[in-house]
């Protein structure tokens, strides 16, 4: 546990998005445990499942989870971007394309074929098509191949200790540094 006379001045903006993924490095994020309740000392949540606030506004720090699968991640992808000081990958989906990337093996528009003409029991052959659907691409990828991205966090997903340990060395002007007990996924 952190004293507080360890607090910085200033509580760094923090925000938080999970992109196409199962959303584990945020439940990583509350398994800190009593962890999360020190760091609600240190930082103030933007964008996050923890306020409920849709768009990221300005923040000294953006953790995202995830890959880019459709247009919509890419959107939300460079809002990030474009207003996190500094912006993290956690997670195997947004470091390397991780389980969103398996389908990179298909062709998207003979998945969609097969499913909405093909299959047993389908009424209307028709692919949804509606302003609401956001599009596919054609390969999901890892964040970095859309933005630039400052630091990455591995794992599947990684620890909430991971997590924390990095976000407090970067709060407190340290390099994030992650040891080996930390990134080990025996």
């Known amino acids: ?24 490095c945020h439940m990583s994020f509350l398994d800190m445990d009593e962890n999360l309740l020190d760091l609600f000392e240190l930082v103030k949540f933007d964008r996050s499942p923890l306020t409920d606030i849709k768009h990221c506004g300005s923040c000294d720090i953006g953790f995202i989870e995830g890959g880019v699968c459709n247009s919509e991640n890419v959107h939300v992808l460079r809002e990030f971007r474009n207003n996190c000081r500094t912006l993290i990958a956690v997670g195997a989906c ?56 400052d630091y990455f966090i591995p794992g599947c997903p990684p620890s909430g200790d991971a997590i924390f340990k990095f976000l407090t060395d970067f709060i407190y002007g340290r390099t994030p540094r992650l040891d080996y007990p930390l990134i080990r996924f025996d």
């Open 1 to 24: 546990m952190l004293s507080l006379q360890e607090t910085p001045e200033r509580k760094l903006r923090v925000a938080t998005v999970s992109l196409a993924g199962c959303f584990g």
């Open 94 to 149: 947004a470091v390397n394309g991780g389980l969103p990337a398996l389908r990179n093996q298909l062709d998207v528009r003979e998945v969609l074929r097969e499913v909405y003409f093909e299959q047993p029991g389908v009424v209307s052959s028709t692919i949804p098509n509606d302003i609401e659907l956001p599009l596919l691409l054609d390969k999901a990828r890892p964040i970095n191949e859309v933005v630039r991205v």
